[in-house]
């Protein structure tokens, strides 16, 4: 399974009910503990979480309280509040330093390995940009970096020569990033991929009679994934996996799971890694420019 080291666990589930194929809700605080005991157990060293994930910073924080880990084994990522959110919650007037002070003491650590911009508009705001390279400069974070849904901000990043690290949606039905000199740019200027909604928050893994109405042209597409299923004898969830483990330019998937056995699942796709070379190529020709209205999720409530 040579692709292990290239998994970081989400954690959004840990503190919200997340998904449109989310059946169980958000697991126990119990549940959790066996969710990141087992993904230690197997080889997951990285954790992704963010201030805007419900209470998954204070779990998470409370997991590696108790856990015997070592520090330096963990590459834990969070991201700054998104500023609509701050707004909401009269958390504005706060600073970045601060929100992040929060956020460790959350997550009971003294140093975040990433720390992200949610949202790619403050990217564009100099101040801020200051005060982010700031907190590297003080240790407080290993590297800076932002998340992003548009390509036009992708780009604008990895070519900033400022940022460490970018977080871009990636699945089969999203392949935009390979559509353009994202990688290439991002590999020369050093910035660290991490590719996140392999699965489409859930949609990929929906039976097509589940599909809700306002998105039922996706059932297409879920019919022809199953084809390809068939054909290969390999699971619409480990072709989702692969899909993004086996891009050599991506350094990290970011998936979420709700369950331990979702978790095995998800990580026991890799072994099918060395057999997915011919499925890849259909499906990149089959999935190649997929509407905007199904590979965003913000706009899926706006279709009904």
């Not at 009269?90 to 956020?103: D, V």
């Not at 306002?214 to 390809?228: G, M, P, R």
């Not at 969830?237 to 692969?242: G, H, P, R, V, W």
């Not at 099918?272 to 190649?288: G, L, S, V």
Request: charge should be negative; glycine fraction near 4%.
């Amino acid at each position: 399974m040579m692709f292990l080291e290239k998994l970081c666990l989400g954690t959004v589930q840990f503190g919200l009910k997340y998904g449109i194929n989310n059946k169980v809700g958000k697991p126990s605080e119990s549940e959790v503990f066996q969710i990141m005991d087992y993904a230690y157990n197997r080889g997951i060293r990285t954790f992704d979480t963010a201030r805007a994930y419900g209470d998954s910073e204070e779990v998470l924080g409370r997991y590696l309280d108790q856990a015997n880990i070592k520090r330096s084994e963990l590459t834990i990522i969070s991201k700054f509040m998104p500023k609509t959110l701050r707004v909401e919650q009269n958390l504005n007037q706060l600073n970045i330093k601060e929100h992040l002070e929060q956020s460790l003491v959350r997550l009971n650590l003294d140093y975040l390995d990433g720390y992200l911009l949610h949202t790619p508009e403050e990217f564009y705001e100099k101040e801020m940009m200051n005060d982010l390279m700031k907190l590297k400069e003080e240790g407080l974070v290993r590297k800076i970096g932002v998340s992003i849904y548009e390509m036009n901000h992708a780009l604008d990043v990895v070519k900033s020569g400022i940022i460490d690290a970018i977080q871009v949606p990636y699945n089969i039905l999203d392949q935009r990033v390979d559509d353009s000199e994202f990688f290439e740019i991002a590999k020369r200027n050093s910035v660290t991929v991490f590719a996140r909604s392999p699965f489409l928050q859930g949609l990929l893994t929906m039976a097509a009679d589940e599909i809700p109405k306002h998105l039922s042209e996706v059932k297409i597409y879920i019919n022809q994934l199953n084809d390809l299923s068939k054909k290969y004898d390999i699971s619409i969830i480990d072709m989702c996996m692969l899909f993004s483990t086996t891009n050599t330019s991506i350094d990290f998937v970011v998936f979420g799971v709700d369950s331990v056995d979702q978790l095995k699942e998800n990580i026991d796709a890799l072994y099918y890694e060395h057999q997915f070379d011919e499925c890849r190529e259909e499906i990149e020709k089959i999935f190649a420019q997929i509407e905007r209205s199904i590979i965003f999720p913000s706009l899926w409530a706006k279709k009904s």
